[in-house]
T-cell receptor
Framework: SQQGEEDPQALSIQEGENATMNCSYK?????LQWYRQNSGRGLVHLIL?????REKHSGRLRVTLDTSKKSSSLLITASRAADTASYFC???????????FGGGTRVLVKP | DAGVIQSPRHEVTEMGQEVTLRCKPI?????LFWYRQTMMRGLELLIY????????DSGMPEDRFSAKMPNASFSTLKIQPSEPRDSAVYFC?????????????FGEGSRLTVL
């Protein structure tokens, strides 16, 4: 199975609502990253949180990391139609430069 | 900077043909990664390079796949012979510091269809 697994697989919300998605992983990590992928496009980096950090903010994004539970969450506040995309968490193992991606959460923001 | 540039964006070929995908990383980035994305298997790391040297190719599915990085500004992923199950979107990504400390910058991908 993949190192990172997102939950839920799909999410549908109204514009203005918050969207929360979770990521679980199995092995020790140096950092955890979140990426967005619009349909038919490449992945775009959103935020990186290091293993010694618990929370990080970037604009309308809030990421938490709980290394004891091996889990992370991504919160998008005040969602917009333009936030419609797939969101992936990605982890590196404690050794090596391999970034392993989860299966993603498909988010639909309805106007 | 123009970002990571991949070509072709779309390729349709017949089973048995050779396919070559190309990537130009962001200038100055020391790491280059090739990923494959399918509905069934998600994003899979095929191989990555550091300073033009292949570091880990354990994700390359078969000997039919090969990747090269002859210089810091160019990499190729070749499939010979291609098979229908190779149909996927292939992404190239580059990174300044590597995945341990930095973000990856992805190209727009090459969508391969093998008939």
């Amino acid at each position: 199975s993949q190192q990172g697994e997102e939950d839920p697989q799909a999410l549908s919300i109204q514009e203005g609502e918050n969207a929360t998605m979770n990521c679980s992983y199995k092995t020790s990590i140096n950092n955890l990253q979140w990426y967005r992928q619009n349909s038919g496009r490449g992945l775009v980096h959103l935020i990186l949180i290091r293993s010694n950090e618990r929370e990080k903010h970037s604009g309308r994004l809030r990421v938490t990391l709980d290394t004891s539970k091996k889990s992370s969450s991504l919160l998008i506040t005040a969602s917009r139609a333009a936030d419609t995309a797939s969101y992936f968490c990605a982890t590196d193992k404690a050794a090596g430069n391999k970034l392993t991606f989860g299966g993603g959460t498909r988010v639909l923001v309805k106007p | 900077d123009a970002g990571v540039i991949q070509s072709p964006r779309h390729e349709v070929t017949e089973m048995g043909q050779e396919v070559t995908l190309r990537c130009k990383p962001i200038s100055g980035h020391d790491y280059l990664f090739w990923y494959r994305q399918t509905m069934m298997r998600g994003l899979e790391l095929l191989i990555y390079f550091n300073n033009n040297v292949p570091i880990d190719d354990s994700g390359m599915p078969e000997d039919r796949f090969s990747a090269k990085m002859p210089n810091a500004s160019f990499s190729t992923l070749k499939i010979q012979p291609s098979e229908p199950r190779d149909s996927a979107v292939y992404f190239c990504a580059s990174s300044l510091e590597g995945a341990q400390t930095g973000e990856l910058f992805f190209g727009e991908g090459s969508r391969l269809t093998v008939l």
